[in-house]
């Protein structure tokens, strides 16, 4: 499920870090879009504001994971 792709790369988010974008949840309609982007040699996600955000609100982006069996087992996915 924090699979992300970055050209031939990918990214694998699954493993505690530290870094407070782990604590982001998911939403289909959320207020930032994730970016792959190569920082000091290194791939990482960005995530990124749609727009502008109200102090206060959550954070959320779309994990975008539709499978079958992700929906299965975590069914907030959908929403
Ligand atoms: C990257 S963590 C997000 C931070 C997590 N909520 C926490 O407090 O550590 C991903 C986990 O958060 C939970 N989560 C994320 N978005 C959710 C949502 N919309 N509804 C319910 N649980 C969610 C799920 O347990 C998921 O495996």
Known sequence: MYY??????????????????????HSRNGNLITKTMIVD????????AKTDISKGAEL????GDRS???LEHHPWLAS
């Open 60 to 63: 959320l982006y779309d994990y």
């Open 41 to 48: 040699k290194v791939p990482r996600l960005a995530l990124m």
């Open 68 to 70: 079958k069996e992700a």
């Open 4 to 25: 992300f792709k970055h050209n031939d790369q990918h990214i694998d988010a699954t493993a505690e870090s530290g870094k407070l974008g782990r604590l982001v949840n």
